[in-house]
């Protein structure tokens, strides 16, 4: 895939980076730090300017996350609790969970989707939820194009930086996401410890 990534930007250039970046979002087949640190390299080589570069991979970013968030919407809140209703309880599932939880986005969305957009994996899920709890459009673009800028234009500097050797930034790249999602894992781990902590406590 990366020599794909290659090949499609050294034909079409920015448009090119772009379209990868948005498919990305949607279905992963490569990491965006790839496409992000390839173009770094070319804005090196003066292939372009890098803040046309960050503008065409934040605004691919954005198209991708702008499906998903739709399809989040058009797929509503009141059919995924009735799917949880009916079959949730062959996966331990609740309803009233699935409510508490999408209560809980509605209210500090705003912070998850900015965030989100800078850790792997999450970054391309976070705008269902989003689109699920009828986040507002102007909101949704606002966390997420700050998030977007972020994350590309410090990939897209290293990839300048290194030059001939970006690919080099892949291995970096997965020692981040490695520490993601150790960090993600402590989080969770915390949460329900104090979770199961609290119902003792009651009991």
């Known amino acids: 895939m990366i020599e794909f990534a290659v090949s499609m930007i050294n034909q079409i250039g920015l ?5 990868l970046i948005a498919i990305e979002v949607i279905i992963p087949p490569i990491p965006s730090e790839a496409i992000l640190l390839l173009t770094g390299f070319n804005v090196g080589l003066g292939t372009f300017g890098f803040l046309e570069a960050l503008i ?3 605004l691919g970013s954005l198209l991708g996350a702008t499906f998903l968030y739709y399809l989040g919407h058009v797929f509503t809140q009141q059919r995924l609790e009735g799917i949880v209703a009916k079959y949730g309880k062959f996966v331990g599932l609740k309803l009233r969970d699935l409510q508490k939880t999408m ?3 509605d209210r500090f969305g705003g ?4 965030f ?3 850790l792997p994996i999450v970054r391309s ?6 689109g699920l709890v009828r986040m507002k459009i102007w909101k949704f673009y606002l966390f997420s194009g700050t998030g977007i800028l972020i994350w590309n234009s410090v990939w897209i ?3 300048l930086t290194l030059g001939e050797n970006w690919a080099q930034g892949e291995q970096f790249a997965q020692i981040l996401e490695y520490f993601v999602y150790g960090l993600v894992a402590l989080i969770v ?3 329900l410890f104090n979770i199961v902590k609290s119902f003792r406590a009651k009991s």
Do not use: D, E, N, Q
């Open 125 to 130: 899920l976070v705008s269902i939820p989003a």
């Open 189 to 191: 781990g915390y949460l």
């Open 157 to 159: 500097t290293i990839g």
């Open 103 to 105: 209560g809980w986005f």
């Open 111 to 114: 912070p998850l989707v900015l």
């Open 15 to 19: 448009l090119g980076a772009a379209l």
């Open 116 to 118: 989100g957009r800078m």
């Open 56 to 58: 065409a991979t934040s």
